[in-house]
């Protein structure tokens, strides 16, 4: 409703022929900045977190959420958060097989939480709103790693918050590896040719204060017309070999972004959210909505600059809706700087990693859900309901069906899935491994198939929602629990539990 509301006025300001508001909020609703930006900054890289064995055997590592003030060059000092540091986080990396645990002290004066999103592990080590970390608390979630490599991250999820706090800067990666992806020969030298690249769009105040986007027409929250690389505004990367490898994260609130060269090279797509593909897909575009992941590896020539750029993402929405959700949009992301003298990279292999298909026929339940304005299933997030009760150990069908016009993702905690089917089609090549977070397009229902192995908790829920994050706070959101055959679901913790300073 308040997105149409929102777009309604943005009309009724441009029908107002001759209004200088009309024109300027016409006008500022597009943002290209292609050969505008100087690339005068080196990309800074997060570090990788420090981590420790403890007594039993556990890799354990220290986050907390901290405020801090970060000049990025736009008017003044901003004020931000960051974990362990400013803006962002520290990348947290382990591996398959270990047992991690995660000290999470709460700095910043209110509750927050921090969600594992990718991750395989019990509901109530997820971190979702049933998390929450009061100010001044420590929270130690520990788990076993038990999923393929892969480029992971993690946030906050506070219900009615998330928003906002991953937009003043909580948000870190979290890469696993295991022994297959180790014998590859991928670019793997972290922060040298195997390069993180947390990509967010903010917009500032004169003053240097985000602008929080209150004012956004579109409905989905802020859209930012300048884009942070890892906290660094106009990167550039200098590359030392004929291959680096990218690993792309959508960390912005809303916008979703089209990835590809300025020159229309094409890269090899090697992994998606969840991993690494069967085999690399050759491609010059890859969309990434909020919160989706994709990796890959760019072949570079000797002393040549090229520009990773975003380009406007095709994603099925009408002009109005395309335009003021940041559809129309064009950003140079990043600078890649090769080497005058390249060294040597091995060709990208033709075998990646095997993903076993889930079979549809041994599927036990086909779930839908329609989501339109912040409902799912016609119903908003209620933190004391559980939506829908999955058996361990079974395969479960989802049907997944946009019915509005405004853009809406999908994704699911606890698992990783595959992607069945695209409005009944064999899904592209990108969609064809693991994956979590989706973007949707109207009346283009997407059929995905998850495995949900173990981790039974009838009290405690996992949550599925659209991962634009305004929507999520409005409710976007639901919760299914993973029971033993033939046990009842339970009681979430009472809404609002550890939820203090909420409104
Ligand atoms: Cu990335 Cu439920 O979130
Ligand atoms: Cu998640
Ligand atoms: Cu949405």
Redesign the pocket.
């Known amino acids: 409703m308040k997105a149409l509301v929102g777009m309604l006025a943005g009309v009724l300001l441009l029908c107002g022929a001759g209004s200088a508001v009309g024109v300027r909020v016409w006008t500022s609703a597009v943002v290209d900045t292609r050969g505008k930006v100087d690339f005068v900054n080196r990309l800074a890289v997060p570090p990788l977190a420090q981590s420790r064995i403890d007594e039993r055997g556990r890799r354990v590592f220290d986050l907390r959420a901290q405020p801090g003030r970060r000049d990025f060059g736009r008017g003044g000092p901003t004020p931000t958060w960051g974990y362990n540091g400013d803006y962002l986080g520290p990348t947290l990396r382990a591996k398959r097989g270990e047992e991690v645990l995660v000290n999470v002290a709460n700095g910043i004066g209110e509750p927050t939480s921090v ?4 991750m395989h592990l019990p509901a109530a080590m ?1 971190g ?1 709103p049933h998390q929450m970390v009061a100010p001044g608390a420590t929270w130690s979630p520990h788990w076993r790693v038990d999923q393929p490599a892969a480029t992971l991250w993690y946030h906050p ?1 506070p219900h009615g918050e998330t928003e906002q706090h991953v937009y003043r800067g909580l948000a870190g990666m979290f890469i696993l590896d295991d022994d297959e992806s180790a014998r590859l020969d991928l670019p793997r030298r972290y922060g040298v040719d195997d390069i993180p690249l947390i990509v967010q769009d903010r917009a500032f105040e004169s003053d240097g204060r985000f602008d929080d986007g209150t004012g956004e027409l579109g409905g989905i929250g802020i859209l930012g017309d300048t884009l942070l690389v890892n906290g660094t505004v106009a990167p550039y990367l200098d590359v030392p070999g004929e291959r680096v490898r990218l690993r792309l994260l959508n960390g912005s609130n809303a916008r979703t972004y089209d990835f590809g060269l300025a020159d229309n090279r094409s890269f090899a797509l090697v992994g998606t959210d969840g991993g690494l593909l069967t085999a690399p897909h050759q491609t010059r575009r890859i969309r990434l909505s909020p ?1 989706e992941r994709a990796e890959i590896v760019v072949s570079m020539r000797p002393a040549e600059r090229v520009t990773l750029r975003s380009y406007p993402p095709e994603s099925g929405l009408d002009f109005f809706n395309r335009r003021f959700t940041g559809g129309s949009d064009t950003f140079d992301v990043l600078q890649l700087r090769a080497a005058g003298t390249l060294q040597p990279s091995p060709e990208v292999p033709t075998r990646l990693a095997p993903i076993e298909r889930l079979d549809p026929a041994s599927a036990t339940t086909t779930r839908r859900f329609d989501l339109a304005g912040r409902d799912i299933n016609g119903r908003r997030m209620d933190l004391g309901r559980i939506d829908a009760v999955v058996t361990r150990d079974s395969t479960e069908i989802w049907e997944i069906n946009k019915v509005d016009g405004t853009p809406h993702s999908f ?3 606890d698992v990783q899935f595959q992607v069945l089917s695209v409005a009944g089609r064999e899904p592209p090549p990108e969609l064809r491994g693991w994956k ?2 989706i973007l949707l397009e109207a009346r283009r229902p997407v059929r995905i198939i998850a495995r949900f192995a173990d981790y039974a908790d009838p009290d405690m829920p996992y ?1 599925f929602h659209c991962h634009l994050l305004r929507h999520e706070d409005q409710g976007m959101m639901g919760q299914f629990v993973v029971v033993e055959p033939g046990q009842r679901p339970g009681r979430p913790p009472a809404a609002g539990a550890g939820h203090a300073g909420h409104g």
């Open positions: 969600h594992w999103h990718g997820d979702g999820h919160g994704h699911v905690h979590d977070t949550m």
